[in-house]
């Protein structure tokens, strides 16, 4: 386990919509779906593409750059040309802030 760190907060991150964060050196996509959030790696596991800048859908994040699609739950790659699934990050909401464990 690693430590809690605060990345955002909740109101810089609307429902149904993804930013970018950079926590311990990395590059992190923070995505609200409803009232829940969660975390992956920004950086897509296919090529170099931020996955902030790509299309929120439910719990799927679907890649700019060649529409590759994560599920954001458990960093799951749902559809060619991903082969690899992406990191997540565990995240607490606290007092209207968002924190993940890195
Ligand atoms: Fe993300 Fe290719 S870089 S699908």
Known sequence: PGQWTRVIALTELPADDVAAAHAGGREIAL???????????????????????????????????????????????????????????AVKVENGDVFIEI
């Open 31 to 89: 995505y609200r779906v409803g009232n829940d959030v969660y975390a992956t790696d920004n950086i897509c596991t296919h090529g170099h593409a931020r996955l902030c800048d790509g299309f929120l859908d439910g719990h799927e994040i679907e890649c700019p750059l060649h529409q590759g699609k994560f599920d954001v739950r458990n960093g799951r790659a749902l559809c060619e040309p991903l082969t690899e699934d992406i990191a997540t990050l």
